[in-house]
Structure formats: structure tokens, C-alpha cells
């Protein structure tokens, strides 16, 4: 079966197949382009939306990049300030004549480095001389102590002496 022989009647009207193709392909070809058409229109619309919703954005950013713009350049502002008072302050410090300073600060230091040494060797003396002294006064407090136990054996021995002699004088002279 063939095209050409197929037929259509429509209401009376009878239409050869090849016709009856021919219109459907251009029929199909008019409804994808109108799809087409339809469809392009559709992406045309969205586009200019978005580019409607960049165009917001960007003044938005304008804006904020005017601001920040701004708020950076009073902050640098500020920091040349900053900077311009620590320049001076360095100029009126005279960092520059901290050299010979530092240079006379290491020949001070040197010398207070070697005053320490002699005073540790000071130090070292004196716990020797107070070692020693501690140990003399252990001695003298002993030798003290002695000399007190002899003070008073003397005068108990002194007493007895005394008491003999009384004895002695009572014996000679009992009337006395």
C-alpha cells in the first residue's frame, strides 16, 4: 500500500494520502516554530528579569562599595595621622641617637656584669666570715657557760672557806 493509494474522505471531500502527508508535515512544521517562537519569547522574558534583578543588585553594590569606599578612605585618613604623629614622635625622641645610647647602655651593662662578679665573691666571704663567727660565738657562749659553772664552784669553794675560817675563829675565840 502505497500513498498514493490511500484517500481520505472528510465530509465529502475525498483527499489523496500524499496531500493529506504533505499537510500534516506542514502543519507539524507551523506548530514546532510557533513552540519555537513561543519558547524563545519565554527565555526573553526570564532573561529580562534577571538582567532587571542585576541591574538592582549593581546599583545596590554601587552604593555599597561608595560607602566602603568612603569608610576606607577615613580610615586611612586616620592611619596617615597615626603614622604622621609616630613619625614625629620618633623624630622628637631622636631614635636615630639611640645607638650611641644602646652602645653606652652594652658598656654599662659589662661593667655592672663584672661589679656583680666581685660581689659575689664578696658574698662568698662574708658567709665564710659569718660561718666562722657563728662557730666563735658557739665557742665563747660555751667557754661563758664554763666560766659561770666555775663562778659558782669558786664561790661555793669561797663559802666553805669562809665558813671554815668562822669555824676556825669560833674554836680560837668561843666567846667572841
Request: glycine residues 6%; proline residues 1%.
Amino acid at each position: 500500500m502505497a500513498l498514493d493509494d490511500l484517500e481520505l474522505n472528510i465530509g465529502g471531500q475525498s483527499f489523496k494520502g500524499v496531500y493529506v502527508a504533505v499537510v500534516i508535515s506542514f502543519a507539524s512544521t507551523l506548530a514546532g516554530g510557533i513552540w519555537t517562537a513561543s519558547e524563545f519569547f519565554s527565555r526573553l522574558e526570564a532573561q529580562e528579569a534577571a538582567v532587571e534583578t542585576a541591574g538592582v543588585t549593581a546599583t545596590t553594590l554601587q552604593a555599597r562599595f561608595k560607602d566602603l569606599r568612603e569608610s576606607q578612605l577615613e580610615a586611612l585618613q586616620s592611619y596617615e595621622v597615626t603614622i604622621s604623629n609616630m613619625q614625629q614622635s620618633l623624630d622628637d625622641n631622636d631614635v636615630q641617637g639611640l645607638q650611641g645610647k644602646l652602645a653606652e647602655l652594652g658598656t654599662n651593662l659589662e661593667a655592672i656584669m663584672e661589679a656583680q662578679k666581685d660581689l659575689l665573691d664578696l658574698r662568698d666571704r662574708v658567709a665564710t666570715v659569718e660561718k666562722s663567727n657563728a662557730e666563735s660565738v658557739l665557742r665563747v657562749e660555751n667557754k661563758v657557760e664554763s666560766l659561770s659553772k666555775t663562778d659558782e664552784r669558786l664561790k661555793r669553794i669561797q663559802k666553805e672557806i669562809d665558813d671554815l675560817w668562822d669555824g676556825l675563829d669560833s674554836v680560837v675565840n668561843p666567846l667572841g
